[in-house]
């Protein structure tokens, strides 16, 4: 018969574990920085969803490698977490280099190029492209650049201060990720041609896979299209009567 007498051994599920000091604010503000990428992830995944984009597609594609290789990284080069990983419960996994750091550096890269290929390539293509197919605005691409740096520097301070990295490895995984970065943007818009072609195969015909960046402004279009519809169907049954 199995016992139940022993203590069952519990322990903190890793990917959300996040330990602060106590009556530290900065230090709470910090732990919930920490968890950006996962709430970015979850985040570009819910608008890959509703908005069937290939460049939302790309990018979680590429913000999912480099964390692969970030992974990959830190079980070959097998550096352990500064000491205070121990108040941390943090020392059973590697330090060299923070996954953290090389994910949103990726991001703040690929952010950074488009819109300066944006800026100064005014032709190809057309239009801002976001993971929200809201395309017409230079605007949103200041905005995003204002957002996406402020909190990648909140993120990568927040593993440093925690206890999680050194600087070293927030270092290395920041130059790991700028990159990774580049390298993923300069694929993606060398792939950007293919669009067309890719758009029409069987599987983005099932899940409605589409890029609409020659869209200048995709929810007004669709806006449009809608009541469009609408009318034409009112008028059918009119007719119908
Ligand atoms: C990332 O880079 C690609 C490649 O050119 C670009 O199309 C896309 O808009 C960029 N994503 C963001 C969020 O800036």
Known sequence: MASFQTVPNKVAFGLTYVRYTEHDTWGEILAFFTLAPILIHTGLFGALLARREMCTAMLLVGLTLNEVISLVLKKL?????????????????????????????????????????????????????????????????????????????????????????????????????????SLWFNLEARLQAFYPAFQATKFCRTFFLKDSSHIPNAFAYEYASCLKAQSQREAATKKAE
Not at 95 to 119: D, E
């Open 77 to 181: 080069i097998q550096e352990p977490r500064p000491e205070t990983c121990e108040f941390l419960e943090a020392c059973g996994s590697f330090g060299m280099p923070s996954s953290h750091a090389q994910y949103v550096i990726f991001l703040a890269t690929n952010v950074t190029l488009a819109a300066i290929r944006h800026k100064y390539r005014k032709v190809q293509p057309p239009f801002l492209h976001t993971p929200f197919a809201v395309n017409r605005f230079d605007n949103v691409q200041l905005l995003l650049l204002l957002l996406v740096w402020p909190l990648a520097c909140m993120v990568i301070e927040s593993r440093m201060y925690l206890g999680y990295h050194n600087a070293d490895q927030v270092v290395k995984g920041s130059l790991a990720g700028l990159f990774f970065g």
